[in-house]
């Protein structure tokens, strides 16, 4: 089992920062990558970012976030970070971190590849 806790949600203005956390405890050395998603209302959770424990190697979604959001870990910390900036309204959603194993080509993109979710943080952005 692993656990996830999320942190660093809030209100921030559009063009605002936020730095997201997720806290991974127990069998870590399960799971190959983290993935942040988001679920704005009223519409499907979606994939945002992914990371490789080992290599580091990064994955975003295209257009919507890349160039804005940055995925990074602190593998002493067992921790993953979503830093992201110029922030905008559509950004408004709950993000879940989530931690998968899966060799499967893209697997890190695709919600049933990941095992374990943390319970999720607000983030709303004003206008």
């Known amino acids: 089992q692993v656990q996830l806790v999320e942190s660093g949600g809030g209100l921030v203005q559009t063009g605002g920062s936020l730095r997201l956390s997720c806290a991974a405890s127990g069998r870590t050395s399960s799971a190959n990558y983290m993935g942040w998603f988001r679920q704005a209302p009223g519409k499907e959770r979606e994939f945002v970012a992914a990371i490789w424990w080992s290599s580091g190697s990064t994955f975003y979604a295209s257009n919507s976030v890349k160039g804005r959001f940055t995925i990074s870990r602190d593998s002493a910390k067992n921790t993953v970070y979503l830093q992201m900036n110029s922030l905008k309204p559509e950004d408004t959603a709950v993000y879940y971190c989530?931690?998968?194993?899966?060799?499967?080509?893209?697997?890190?993109?695709?919600?049933?590849?990941?095992?374990?979710w943390g319970q999720g943080t607000q983030v709303t952005v004003s206008s």
């Open positions: 989530a931690a998968g194993s899966s060799y499967s080509d893209y697997a890190y993109r695709r919600e049933y590849e990941y095992a374990y």
